[in-house]
């Protein structure tokens, strides 16, 4: 049968049939579409997004804080991973000899260890925090369910005790909390940032697809210590104070060619990288936020205003017997009586009625300016966390005696920095040298505060208190020539001074012929029966200072002979 | 017409294994690349270790106590020490050398009598 004869095409259907399917199949398309209109232009955000997170992933991109160097680039502070050990309490639960190990590797007592996986309404409890990576990678050995590790950063200090006070520390979470971690925190931390990835069923990241946050690594600090100058200062401090049986002291070194801060260490002090029980005194940089009365080191002052105001010259004669002058009330007294005494005389002897003298000579107005121009009174902005002023008192409110014992550091108060930044004045031809913590590597702009003139003056004068018949051969460094002053001052206690406890100093520069450094030295109630600055702290001085002009190089002024010390019961003894 | 067509559609077919290839390359050699900026970081990590590791052990205090205590040394007396200017070094060199040359030559009967 051909096909054209087939009976089947003679067949009529009813016409609605075919009608009937296409509608059907019309239907379904529109279904189709209005479902693709539906996922592809309704929903497409929210199923992308679901699909995306079935691959992609948030990766945080840690950032490490920034290290803490010395000049020279040796350093002084750098943080390294450590491993934190937490858990989720309901799914941890070690066997009786795993916790047994657990306990042994973390020294910690198991009951301590269960009693923080008892906790078990919390999702994340941590174990220890701040493992060393061995110690974590043996717990990770240990296979206990429900215990995991969490990276973390850990601040180290290679210095220990020695940079302590300078350096501060950080807390748990990297934030600083003292000292130069606190004070350049904005430099020194890192901001973390995070990407989003794809990832494969492997767990390796196959494409990179935005980045939410660049990480910004911390900036390194350099700062203007001198490692090796600071080791030598903390242990001759240590050794004076041990000698002399102290309470505490300070010692600060300064480059006064840059006002740089080559050296500064207090005692007591702490272990950094180990803060268990510490206590205030350990933290306490006595130096920068402690201030105390310096004694006779603020002499040369008054002393420099009178020569510089032109009233009196080097030479120039004060009448210092009977060795005690009374003033109202109160008598202010020398050691021992010397008579007549040239200007120099009274710096070298360090008369206490010939400075008083001297400062009654001149106005308050203008004693209380020398003083701030110094800067005593106010915060040395050095950028120091919690560096003081000291004590000046407002000099309208100045008695005749009050004046009189400031001239020889009674009655004001300053902190061994302040201090020691003063002697700069000296050092650089009537100059004040701003202070830095940090390096500084271009030229520095002083404020002058007294003429080039009456600094030389000075040099001279002070360099005569450390010769043999001075308050301070002791500060003598064999091959150069050096200038400083004494300092003894009764310790204030309860309102008034106490008898016999004392506060030791000593500040002096070298080389007399050019100046570099200035080292400020302050011992706080010397006890084993020597007391004056002079025997206690001078020598403290000569050891510093002779090892950093060794270490930075600087050219002898004096010829190497053997250095001169008076007889025994012959030294000058200074008043207090 | 359906020649063309052919053609474009190896030509599609090419492209799309082409793009997939490629596609398949970029994402392995990004895995490279990660793995590779995560070595970095290790040995970041494990340099800074270094560092501080050499730090400690080159403290001052510590290499002072070894020089003093174990090897017994000590720091010169400043009269036995002298500084050299860097400006001079050239002519004080030049001069000590003249200096003991002449000496040399003046020396050599002494010291053959002390030889002796």
Redesign the interface.
Known sequence: MKFATSPVLELQLPTWRSRLLIGLFFAAFCGLGARAVWLQGMNKEFLQQKGESRYSRVIEISANRGKITDRNGEILAISTPVKSVWAIPEAAQPTPTQLARLSALLEMPPQEIRKKLAETERDFVYIKRQLPPETADKVAELQIPGLFQRREYRRYYPGGEVMAHMLGFTGVDETGQEGIELAFQGQLAGKAGSRRVIKDRRGQIVEDMESIKVAQEGRNVTLALDAKIQSIAFTQLKAAIDQHKAKAGGIVVLDVKTGEVLALANLPTYNPNNRTRLTGAQLRNRAVTDSFEPGSTLKPFTVALALDSGKLGPQSMIQTAPGSLTIGSATIRDAHAEGMLTVEQVIQKSSNVGAAKIALSMSAESMAGLFANVGFGAPPKTGFPGEVGGKVRPYKTWRPIEQATMSYGHGIAVSLLQLARAYSLFTRDGELVPLSLTRVDGPVVAKPVISAQTARQMRHMLEMAVSPGGTAPRAQIMGYRVGGKTGTAHKQENGGYAAHKYVSSFVGFAPVSDPRLVIAVMIDEPSAGQYYGGQVAAPVFAGVMAGALRRLEVAHDAPMKAIELPAEGQEVKESI | MTRVNFILLAVLALCATGLVTSQHK??KL??QL?KEQERARQLD?EW??L??E???W????RV?RVARQALHMG?P???R?Q?V?PADVASDVASDVASAVAGARAAPADSGAAKK
């Not at chain 2, 080159?58 to 205090?61: E, I, S």
């Open positions: 970029a994402r990004f895995t990660e990590v800074g270790q560092q501080l050499q730090s400690t080159a403290m001052h205090g002072e720091v007396d400043p009269r020490t500084l200017q």
